[in-house]
């Protein structure tokens, strides 16, 4: 086959409309995975659909191209060489941010290693997810698909609070904070003083030493951390504020209350960061808590808050159940739109009763609390003394 426009063309098609095809539509072999094998991880789900979605799609394309290409349309001969030379191009730039989106569905490239997460992503994965955004966001979609959100679920996986084993799991809206747990009787104020003293270190893996030490866990929701304790103060930390909101000062407007008992705003170099502290509680098994970094401008987090949902739903329970609670707790509208953002957040904020505040969880086994949520203390926190709680409700 001769070279030029025409073959780098089509070789680029190969490559590009498979992902398309990828992107709106493995959710089908997601699901498929999951009615297959039911005891899998959503993180094993997301790469045999993936994977396997893309290679059915692209072995389709291949023949069609064999079979259509036969003859290759002669155009002109610096047009032929100059278009060759870009679309070849674009080819490779689609076909390696493709094999890096692969990679990152497999369960080994969640090893830890020992540089920074956003090393990991090279200029053509960057592009292959802008050009895929650009062309999937101009077609009629429900939930368009966004590179970004697509790419940091491959990284850090989907949220799936465990139904067995001993200690606390985190996950967070958006997921990929950086999560931090004390199970001693450190006050919130002297947790976030050890805080400031770890976030404003550059992110390290733990030497062998360190990985033994009670505090300061290193790691990324979502993450099962395992702890015998039964309470534990668990920090979630945004060390990537996005610019809409880190330009507001006042701490208490940058994102909504959840039901922390602490948060705060800090400055490390020129970046902003924002920490939120919880108290967690664990009868039996698992306990659980989701970090909601929803920002508090109505008008910025109906813009924003889609592109920090997960990309698929990740968290089950009993619908009817749950239509029952809210509207008890006062959703009087949009419960079912409420429902289907729980499905995929795993946590949510609404108006309930006389115009409070409140936030619906889900946790382990399909479980749920609904509870108002009044905006943390600060004052009276800071008047604790060392090893005391504060309640928020």
Known sequence: MRRGLYPALNMFLVFFVPLLVTINYYDLLFNLVAMISPESTNTVREMIAFIATYFITFGVCVYLCAWLCVDV????????AVGGIVCGGACGIVCSGVLVMMWFTMP???EKLPID?????????????????????????????????????LRFGLPQIPGVGAGFYVSSVPTGQRVFIDASSMSPTQFLDKLKELISKPWEEPTATEAK????????????????????????????????????????????????????????SDRVLFVKIYRVQRETGVGSVIALFQPADPALSAQMLPALMPSRACFKFDAASMRSALMGAGVTSDVDALILRLQFCGKILFEGLAGKPYCAEVTADGGKRIYEVPAPNLEEVKKETGGSWFAPR
């Open 117 to 153: 997460d956003a090393q990991l992503f090279f200029p053509a994965t960057k592009l292959t997810m802008e050009a895929a955004t650009f062309v999937a966001g101009r077609i009629p979609a429900q939930r368009p698909f966004i590179g970004e959100r697509f790419v940091r679920d």
């Open 73 to 80: 349309m002669r155009i002109h001969k610096l047009v032929d």
């Open 108 to 110: 080994i490239a969640q």
């Open 213 to 268: 030490r009670p505090f300061g866990e290193k790691r990324r929701s979502p993450v099962l951390i395992e702890q015998d304790a039964k309470t534990a103060l668990v920090a979630v930390v945004m060390d990537d504020v996005p610019p809409e909101i880190a330009r507001e000062t006042d701490a208490g407007k940058m994102f909504v209350h959840d039901g922390e008992i602490y948060y705060s705003r800090e400055m490390i």
